[in-house]
C-alpha cells in the first residue's frame, strides 16, 4: 500500500472538482483495509469509492481510503433465484451488465447509474420504479474502531427513499465491503410502468421485452438526458424528488394543472424536482462553469474550473426559488462534503 500527499482528487470524484487529499491510499482486499485502519486509528478518515454521489467543496484535511476491492461470485442458487455477492470496488454499472449477461434479473432498471457498488446501499439508490433494497440480501462491512466485520440484513439497514442507517445512526461507524443480492433467473418481474420507459420500448417495437431490452431502454433513456461525467463533470440527480402531503398538493395542481406526480401512500406525493426545476427557470441555466444541464433539471453541473463551493451555491439559489414559488423544500440527494 502506498501513501500518496498532497493528491488531486478530481479524477475521483464525478464533478471534476480539483480539491486536494492530504493523504490518499488505495486498498485492494479486506485484509489491506483493515492493516491500514489499525494504522490510521487515530486519523481522522474520508472513505471514498466511486465519487459519484458527492460534491466536494475544499480540500481534504483527512486520511483518504480509496475502496478498490474487486470480486463477483455466486453464492448460491435455485432453479429461480441466484444470490450473488459483488465487492465494494465494483462499479455498478459494470456490475449490471455482468447479471444481464447471466440473464440474472432484478436490477435492470437501475443501468447506467454511476458509483460503485459499495455505496449503493448507503444511498439505496434507485431509478425507473425499483430501488437497491428490492434485490439486497445483506452487506459485509468493516467497524472502523473495532475492525471488526458484521453482517447486515435488510431489516438492519432500515432502507428510505435515498435512505439507510448508514447516513443516519451509522454514519461514519462502517465500511460496506460487499454486498449480497438476490436475483431472479426466469419468471423475471419486470418494471416497465415508470418514466418512459414503455413508450420507449414501443418507439422500438418490443412489445415483450427481456430484462436486456429494459436495460437498453434505460440507458437510451439517461444518455439522452443525462450528461457523461467523463465530458461533463456532474452527479447524477442533485435533489431528491420531494415528498408532499395531498392536500399542499391539491394546491399546487390548481396552480399548476400540468404538475406530474407519483402516489406514494393515501396521503403522500411524490413531485419530480426536475419539473420544479424546469418551471421556475433553471433548466439550461448557467453562473460560470457553474450549471444546470440543459436537458435536464435534475442535474447540476460543472462546466470546467467550477468549485464545489460555486456549485453548491446554485443549488442554495435553487433551493430558494423553489420554496419561493412552489413552497417545497428540495433536500440535496448528493452529499456536501
Known amino acids: 500500500m502506498q501513501i500518496l500527499r498532497n493528491f488531486s482528487l478530481k479524477n475521483h470524484n464525478s464533478f471534476g472538482i480539483d480539491v486536494r487529499a492530504d493523504r490518499f491510499i488505495s486498498v485492494k482486499n479486506v485484509d489491506d483495509l483493515r492493516a491500514i485502519l489499525r494504522k490510521t486509528y487515530?486519523?481522522?478518515?474520508?472513505?471514498l469509492g466511486g465519487g459519484s454521489n458527492m460534491l466536494l467543496t475544499g480540500d481534504i484535511h483527512r486520511?483518504?481510503?480509496?475502496?478498490g476491492i474487486k470480486g463477483k461470485e455466486i453464492i448460491s442458487e435455485t432453479e429461480d433465484e441466484v444470490m450473488v455477492r459483488a465487492a465494494a470496488g465494483e462499479n455498478w454499472h459494470e456490475f449490471v451488465l455482468w447479471a444481464l449477461d447471466q440473464n440474472f434479473g432484478g436490477i435492470e432498471n437501475l443501468s447506467l447509474i454511476p458509483g460503485n457498488v459499495g455505496t449503493a446501499p448507503i444511498q439505496n439508490i434507485g431509478a425507473y420504479g425499483v430501488e437497491l433494497k428490492d434485490t439486497f440480501v445483506s452487506c459485509h462491512a468493516m467497524n472502523i474502531q473495532t475492525l471488526e466485520q458484521r453482517e447486515f440484513s435488510l431489516e438492519d439497514c432500515e432502507f428510505d427513499y435515498r435512505n439507510s442507517v448508514f447516513k443516519?445512526?451509522?454514519?461514519?461507524?462502517?465500511?460496506?465491503?460487499?454486498v449480497?443480492?438476490?436475483?431472479?433467473?426466469?419468471?423475471?418481474?419486470?418494471h416497465t410502468e415508470y418514466g418512459s420507459i414503455r413508450s420507449e420500448l414501443e418507439r422500438n417495437g418490443i412489445t415483450s421485452p427481456s430484462i436486456r431490452d429494459i436495460s437498453d431502454a434505460v440507458i437510451s433513456i439517461r444518455q439522452s438526458k443525462l450528461p457523461d461525467p467523463k465530458r461533463i463533470g456532474n452527479s447524477g440527480s442533485f435533489f431528491k424528488n420531494p415528498i408532499i402531503g395531498t392536500e399542499q398538493f391539491d394546491k399546487l395542481k390548481e396552480e399548476f394543472p400540468g404538475i406530474p406526480s407519483y402516489h406514494v401512500s393515501d396521503d403522500e406525493i411524490k413531485v419530480?424536482?426536475?419539473?420544479?426545476?424546469?418551471?421556475?427557470?433553471?433548466?439550461?441555466?448557467?453562473e460560470g462553469d457553474a450549471g444546470v444541464h440543459q436537458n435536464q433539471a435534475l442535474v447540476l453541473v460543472n462546466y470546467g474550473e467550477a468549485t464545489g463551493s460555486e456549485i453548491l451555491a446554485l443549488s442554495q439559489k435553487i433551493?430558494?426559488?423553489?420554496?419561493?414559488?412552489?413552497?417545497?423544500?428540495?433536500?440535496?440527494?448528493?452529499?456536501?462534503?
Do not use: C
Not at 42 to 47: G, K, N, P, R, T
Not at 63 to 67: A, D, F, P, R, Y
Not at 168 to 173: E, R, V
Open 272 to 286: 419530480p424536482a426536475g419539473w420544479l426545476i424546469d418551471k421556475a427557470g433553471f433548466k439550461g441555466y448557467r
Open 42 to 47: 487515530a486519523s481522522e478518515l474520508f472513505i
Open 63 to 67: 486520511t483518504v481510503i480509496h475502496l
Open 319 to 337: 433551493q430558494e426559488e423553489i420554496k419561493e414559488k412552489f413552497g417545497v423544500q428540495l433536500e440535496p440527494e448528493v452529499n456536501i462534503i
Open 180 to 190: 449480497n443480492f438476490r436475483l431472479t433467473k426466469r419468471n423475471h418481474s419486470l
Open 168 to 178: 443516519n445512526q451509522l454514519k461514519d461507524q462502517y465500511i460496506i465491503t460487499s
